[in-house]
């Protein structure tokens, strides 16, 4: 067991991440494992006490001073739940201190922040983006990476808030059964059901949503990889009775953008990404959404 201020001290102080021997973020990796992995890949959340709220970050791509930020926010206001919509690591200048500090979190506090798989919690991803080769400069061999792996097969894939708020990272699948066939299973399931529900949880990773179109259409992002449309997103929050979904994936100049008639919003909280984007994030309260930007 990792000790408790140990974990209290690095989340106030991930410069600290930095400094940590190998062994030390093993630890922390088999424990967050440990956790992760006897929690369903479609989550369930439901707050209580009406009056409080559940944060949702989208991407943070090794932003350490943003996500730094909003963890400020969040030990003020003391929200319910913490969603992350993943992509914690590639890109940015601080990725492996960005990932150990939201695995400290979900170690301290296992039934409030919950951590969501993105598109670049992946090998191929983080191979092509930057978190393979600044994990191996510094611990080298694949076998430690390899850990990194397994912790990636432990993500759940999308959080159902108040029975009303979708939280994924990228978007609805063609197939919009999806929920129905993820509920109740745990990540050891996938490697059994994976040729049923690989298409599925490849779309939940990567899909965008596109304002003016039908259906479902081919995406520049690559092979098998849609845009949805309004229609389809209509018929899919009509199935589950859904009032919002939440979703990040996709930098926008002015932080967020509201899709659908302001049922789907998207977010991304890694400011100045690639060009120049504040940082935002989604409040939810008594199941209405907003967004908010981060000063
Ligand atoms: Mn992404």
């Known amino acids: ?49 009406i009056e409080r709220e559940v944060y949702v970050i989208g991407d943070i791509h090794g932003n350490l ?32 201190e960005c990932l150990i500090m939201v695995l400290a979190l979900k170690i301290r506090y296992p039934d409030k922040y919950y951590i969501l798989k993105g598109n670049h919690e992946t090998l191929e991803m983080n191979q092509y983006y930057g978190f393979y080769s600044v994990f191996m400069s510094k611990f080298y061999g694949q076998m430690k990476f390899d850990e990194i ?29 999806f929920m129905r066939k993820l509920k109740g299973l745990k990540p050891k399931d996938i490697a059994l059901t994976f040729k049923s529900i690989a298409k599925i949880l490849m779309q939940i990773m990567w899909n965008d949503p596109k304002s003016g179109l039908k259906g479902f259409s081919e995406s520049f992002r690559g092979p098998g990889i849609k845009f ?6 209509d018929d899919f929050m009509k199935d589950y009775n ?17 899709f659908f008639n302001k049922r789907l919003l998207s977010i991304f909280s890694s400011d100045n990404y690639r060009a120049t984007n504040p940082a935002s994030y989604a409040i939810i309260k008594k199941d209405l959404v907003e967004a908010k930007i981060v000063d």
């Open 228 to 233: 949805f449309g309004e229609d389809v997103f």
């Open 1 to 49: 067991m990792i000790d408790k201020a140990f974990l209290k001290d690095l989340i106030a102080n991930p410069d600290e991440i930095s400094k940590l021997e190998y062994h030390s973020i093993l630890q922390i990796i088999h424990q967050a494992v440990n956790i992760l992995k006897e929690e369903p890949l479609l989550l369930e959340l439901n707050v209580k006490e």
């Open 242 to 258: 859904l009032n919002y979904l939440i979703r990040s994936h996709e930098v926008f100049p002015e932080g967020y953008r509201w």
């Open 149 to 177: 792996l397994s912790l990636y097969l432990a993500l759940p894939f999308c959080a159902l808030v108040n029975n009303s708020i979708l939280c994924l990272h990228g978007g609805i699948p063609e197939d919009i059964e």
């Open 65 to 96: 001073r943003c996500l730094q930020k909003l963890v400020e926010i969040i030990e003020q206001t003391n929200p319910r739940f913490v969603i992350f919509l993943g992509d914690i690591v590639d890109r940015g200048p601080y990725q492996l």
